[in-house]
């Protein structure tokens, strides 16, 4: 829930996309659609692929995206915090139960 009203804010100021709180909440759902994808894939990614590999990979690029929404504006800052999403999906389960 926090993270969808922080998007909802963030998605709201005028530097970044100016949308209306109801328009705003449609594209939280990228994020966790996202996310969504981001299990399923890397699920199948880590039979082949050694967790702690695909767990730097998608941290190293979760980083990267909210540094460039950091340092963006516009556009450019709203996909990259909603592409979090997508990296950020394997992070708890590969830290908890494949990396033991």
């Given amino acids: 829930m926090s993270i969808g009203s ?9 530097s970044i ?9 449609k594209y939280v759902s990228f994020y966790w659609g996202g996310a969504m994808i981001g299990r399923f894939v890397g699920a199948a990614v880590m039979q082949k692929i050694h967790p702690g590999k695909a767990l ?3 941290a ?3 980083a990267l995206l909210v540094l460039m929404t950091i340092f ?11 592409a979090v999403g997508l990296f950020n999906s394997i ?10």
């Avoid at 922080?6 to 005028?14: K, R, S, T």
């Avoid at 996309?17 to 909440?25: C, R």
């Avoid at 992070?91 to 033991?100: D, K, S, V, W, Y």
């Fill in 6 to 14: 922080f998007l909802i804010n963030f998605l709201g100021e005028p």
């Fill in 17 to 25: 996309a100016g949308l209306a709180e109801q328009e705003a909440g």
């Fill in 56 to 58: 730097t990979t998608n």
């Fill in 60 to 62: 190293l690029t979760a």
């Fill in 72 to 82: 963006g504006s516009g556009h450019v800052a709203m996909w990259t915090i909603l």
């Fill in 91 to 100: 992070m708890f389960p590969t830290i908890f139960f494949a990396c033991r």
